[in-house]
């Protein structure tokens, strides 16, 4: 058998683009760790090894003999899952205490900000994401279709990207804000209303968008609260020209009238979510629409503004708990996305952590990050499951994630696409 020693050195020095086909095609690999989380089971399958050939898993189960081919990786202690998926993700920004936003958007250069995104991605990847929705660039443009083209072509890496690009807002209802109104600043987003936010829609699929990104609400002035910024009908315009051109809608929406036009629009998910009612949750949950919380992102924000975390909570981070409660008691879909780049990128299982605290269970949770994640993007015939014949994004904590959510921070091996990113090496 091929050494372990051998096979891991080669992994972790590589990209897959260093990597012949032949020999990616031809590899095969057993995983033995202590026991296997499929990604849809409640339930620890003890004894259970994975065999992978080539970037797909071939077989799983309790009595695999492996090949005299095989390289074998022993995992004591350790669950394999499958990889993570973050739901709700910005690789182009960094947490708000280190620069405000606007400066971010405002200040720092393309190539810098592009720079650190690809050091996002790769730590990103290496806390067992293997796959991201990032959801806008925040004033970068196009760069997140660079940045996936990137690591598809092993330049960096990175998690499989599905991307927003420029994100769309109402025309006046973004930022940065505070200049002479005559001056042109440059958006976090692209402005598009009435006839021509189709054909922004348009433009950005054909610019390399995934998916859609809409702000269904915003404020339009400084210290007001949010409140709805495109009609009932714009939003069935910008998700009908989406839909036809196979692409998910994805809606920015905190209060209650901006998240139900945009359900009666039929988005496919609600990012945030503070001021929904049970009517609207009930709407969501009729039309199968997903629900992402972010609650780390309001967690963040409370501690920069100097909340210890002690009781009471403040109103935004309370406002998250609710929401959340809300949408489970009405059945709704939740995803796990926490609006990383609010926080550090890495520290993607914060979202984990705190829907455990909302009242989830970590079987729940878990599930929510790699099956559940997988069915509301799309990716189910392909991603979020430990089973044959999907991708091998494969994952190994330490401990039991399904009786404590916290061990997916103990990150001991990443496999992305059958490549070895992160693992033990041999003596």
């Given amino acids: 058998m ?15 683009a260093t990597l012949s086909a032949a020999d990616r095609q031809d590899a095969l690999t057993l995983l033995k760790p202590d026991a296997v989380f499929d990604g849809e089971s409640a339930a620890l399958h003890k004894g259970w090894a994975v065999l992978v050939r080539g970037n797909r898993i ?15 990786i022993p995992l004591p202690g350790t669950t394999l899952m499958p990889g993570m998926i973050e739901g709700h993700s910005h690789l182009f920004l960094h947490p708000y205490n280190e620069a405000p936003w606007d400066d971010q958007v405002l200040h720092e250069p393309l190539a810098l900000r592009t720079a650190r995104a690809t050091v996002h991605a790769r730590v990103t990847l290496m806390a067992g994401f293997t796959t991201v929705r990032d959801l806008g660039t925040e004033g970068a443009g196009y760069a997140d279709v660079g940045l996936k083209q990137a690591i598809e072509q092993g330049i960096v890496p990175g998690p499989r990207m599905l991307v927003a690009t420029r ?17 042109v600043v440059p958006l976090g987003a692209e402005e598009a209303g009435g006839a021509d936010l189709v054909n922004v829609v348009r433009r950005q699929i054909g610019a390399g968008a995934d998916l859609i990104k809409v702000y269904a609400d915003y404020r339009w002035g400084t210290g ?11 939003l069935k315009a910008a998700v009908e020209a989406a839909h036809s051109a196979g692409r998910e809608v994805v809606a920015h929406a905190s209060t209650a009238e901006g998240m139900r036009r945009a359900v009666a629009a039929g988005v496919d998910t609600i990012e945030h ?18 629900f992402c919380p972010t609650l780390a992102a309001g967690d963040a924000i409370a501690r920069y503004r100097g909340w210890n975390g002690s009781a009471p909570m403040p109103k935004g981070v309370q406002e998250g708990f609710d929401a959340l409660a809300k949408a489970r008691k009405a059945g709704v ?12 990128h890495g520290d993607n299982a914060r979202e984990a952590e705190l829907l ?23 990716l189910g015939d392909r991603l979020g499951m430990v089973k044959a014949g999907m991708l091998a994004d494969l994952v190994a904590v330490e401990g039991d994630p399904l009786s404590d959510i916290a061990a997916i921070r103990k990150v001991a091996l990443v496999m992305k696409d059958g490549v070895l990113w992160k693992g033990p090496v041999g003596p």
Wanted: hydrophobic share 40%.
């Fill in 2 to 16: 091929r050494s372990i020693s051998r096979l891991c050195a080669i992994a972790l020095a590589t990209t897959p």
């Fill in 58 to 72: 071939e077989a799983v189960g309790p009595a695999i003999v492996a090949p005299p081919e095989a390289s074998i």
């Fill in 167 to 183: 994100a769309i807002v109402a025309p006046g209802a973004y930022g940065p804000r505070g200049f002479e109104p005559g001056v």
């Fill in 224 to 234: 007001e609260p949010s409140r709805p910024t495109f009609t009932e009908g714009e």
């Fill in 273 to 290: 979510g503070d001021e929904g009612t049970p009517e609207v949750f009930a709407a969501m949950k009729a039309k199968s629409i997903g």
């Fill in 333 to 344: 879909a939740i995803c796990l996305g926490g609006d990383v780049g609010v926080y550090a």
């Fill in 356 to 378: 455990v605290k909302g009242g989830m269970t970590p079987a729940e949770v878990a599930i929510a990050a790699t099956s559940g994640n997988a069915r509301m993007f799309g």
